[in-house]
T-cell receptor, first 113, second 113 residues
């Protein structure tokens, strides 16, 4: 069965620190990859997506993610976090042949001012 | 702005009393989804509609039903809510199945007394 694994459930960083959130998936076929963010009290928002092409994807608010097919990974990065990045981050994957998004368990990111 | 609108934002109902949550979209998307999200967990897909074609996830309880009277509106009916049904309910849309990201509403937080 397809699954998505996010390695850290909670991450605490200071402002200006660099961020990397891990995401690994299990599926051998072609996939679409997404990172969603949920700020406190707000709805899920698409941060960035990968369908094809350049494996380094840039999203909103200075985030980027790199798809490494050989590692089945799609890690999220930001070189310098801000207090406003405090949120929960979800990695999600769907097989091209399937409608269903498979979600990771989420990572709660807390940025200390 | 085009968006996914859920009403109400907060709903309180009594144990066993039927409740209906609503979702509307101005995106003219073909696909609408209902998710259940419990605290610190990933969203769990309950159903989706592809146009009028209804698709029920295998593990969605019979207690949950859905209606989509037209492209713009979709309803989630919980016939006899139990305490375990207290959660955030998210509506999402996508223009096509599979290859497009999903756009989420703000959610309805359901509490059961």
């Amino acid at each position: 069965a397809q699954s998505v694994s996010q390695h850290n459930h909670h991450v605490i960083l200071s402002e200006a620190a660099s961020l990397e959130l891990g995401c690994n998936y299990s599926y051998g076929g072609t996939v679409n990859l997404f990172w969603y963010v949920q700020y406190p009290g707000q709805h899920l928002q698409l941060l960035l997506k990968y369908f094809s092409g350049d494996p380094l994807v840039k999203g909103i608010k200075g985030f980027e993610a790199e798809f490494i097919k050989s590692k089945f990974s799609f890690n999220l990065r930001k070189p310098s976090v801000q207090w406003s990045d405090t949120a929960e981050y979800f990695c999600a994957v769907n097989a091209r042949s399937n409608y269903q998004l498979i979600w990771g368990a989420g990572t709660k990111l807390i940025i200390k001012p | 702005d085009a968006m996914v609108i859920q009403n109400p934002r907060y709903q309180v109902t009594q144990f066993g009393k039927p409740v209906t949550l609503s979702c509307s979209q101005t995106l003219n998307h073909n696909v609408m989804y209902w998710y259940q999200q419990k605290s610190s967990q990933a969203p769990k897909l309950l159903f989706h509609y592809y146009d009028k074609d209804f698709n029920n996830e295998a593990d969605t309880p019979d207690n949950f039903q859905s209606r989509r009277p037209n492209t713009s509106f979709c309803f989630l009916d919980i016939r006899s809510p139990g305490l375990g049904d207290a959660a955030m309910y998210l509506c999402a849309t996508s223009s096509r199945k599979g290859i497009q990201p999903q756009h989420f509403g703000d959610g309805t937080r359901l509490s059961i007394l």
